[in-house]
């Protein structure tokens, strides 16, 4: 069965600059979650979508960051403009439901200068 | 106060030891429990979920205590390859996942 699906791997970027990344869920999965992980932390969930809509996104810097779930399948987390203090792994979840284990992606390392 | 908190360790023991640690949470409405394991710049991976009555996956023990709202990880016989984070997961009511930070366990020859 093929995991949890994430772009790029690693991307350094200048603050202040945009970047994308992207999640294909595991096929079937309803709920998709992005979470941030700083170096030495467990990690935090930014956004949480069942299908194409928000569940949660109370901790997501939303005057920088944004996430979609269009067609309630694949998701893409950006941040623009990204800060010193934005490098980080992002990692993206997906679980059957909301009660469901989640299995992760192996997440993308965000380092920005 | 943290919705889940971890021991954050480490935790160094040698091979074949016993080791145990405990996540404490703070919403008593969380309904499920979970272990996940990290290695060092990896994703974690589901270790073991908790349930009520406890559970035992091979070296691996769980155990859940409603009434003072924290959960256990025992690890018998420990290996090199057990040296890892281990991520305390709880499923609050509105079934929302909080992690803890880690505890770190690190196994030494």
């Known amino acids: 069965e093929a995991g949890v699906a994430q772009s790029p791997r690693y991307k350094i970027i200048e603050k202040r600059q945009s970047v994308a990344f992207w999640c294909n869920p595991i096929?079937?999965?309803?709920?998709l979650y992005w979470y941030q992980q700083i170096l030495g932390q467990g990690p935090k969930l930014l956004i949480q979508?069942?299908?194409?809509?928000?569940?949660?996104d109370s901790q997501l810097p939303k005057d920088r960051f944004s996430a979609e779930r269009l067609k309630g399948v694949d998701s893409t987390l950006k941040i623009q403009p990204a800060k010193l203090e934005d490098s980080a792994v992002y990692l993206c979840?997906?679980?059957?439901?909301?009660?469901?284990?989640?299995?992760f992606g192996q997440g993308t390392r965000l380092t920005v200068v | 106060r943290k919705e889940v908190e971890q021991d954050p360790g480490p935790f160094n023991v040698p091979e074949g030891a016993t080791v145990a640690f405990n996540c404490t949470y703070s919403n008593s409405a969380s309904q499920s429990f979970f272990w996940y394991r990290q290695d060092c710049r990896k994703e974690p991976k589901l270790l073991m979920s908790?349930?009520?009555s406890g559970n035992e996956d091979g070296r691996f023990t769980a155990q859940l205590n409603r009434a003072s709202q924290y959960i256990s990880l025992l690890i018998r016989d420990s290996k090199l390859s057990d040296s890892a984070t281990y991520l305390c997961v709880v499923n609050k009511n509105d079934y929302k996942l909080s992690f803890g930070a880690g505890t770190t366990v690190t196994v030494r020859a």
């Open positions: 979840a997906s679980s059957l439901s909301p009660r469901d284990t989640a299995f």
């Open positions: 979508f069942q299908n194409n809509g928000v569940v949660d």
């Open positions: 908790v349930y009520s």
């Open positions: 096929s079937g999965h309803a709920t």
